[in-house]
């Protein structure tokens, strides 16, 4: 018995046709059971911050992009004296 993935010529040019095949699937399927993934992640919220001040509001925050640093990092101190500079006469 031989395998198969050590010759690819012999499926390869199946290989977007199934992915695109698959994928369509997998969106038909999502797009039909959004209301149980919906549900699912209320209640998954509702039981992690459940007695938080924030409550389902804090998720978003959370995850939200950080605004860019106002000034560059200052670069950390090195603990060796700085070595003296030559003097031009």
Request: hydrophobic share 45%; aromatic share 8%.
């Amino acid at each position: 018995m031989r395998i198969a993935i050590l010759k690819p010529w012999t499926w390869l040019h199946r290989a977007p046709r199934a992915i695109w095949i698959e994928s369509g699937i997998l969106a038909r399927r999502l797009i039909h059971t959004r209301h149980i993934l919906l549900a699912v992640t209320r209640v998954d919220f509702q039981k992690k911050y459940a007695g938080s001040v924030l409550g389902l509001i804090w998720y978003p925050l959370y995850s939200a992009p950080c605004c860019p640093p106002s000034r560059p990092p200052t670069p950390p101190r090195c603990a060796l004296p700085a070595a003296p500079k030559a003097r031009r006469d």
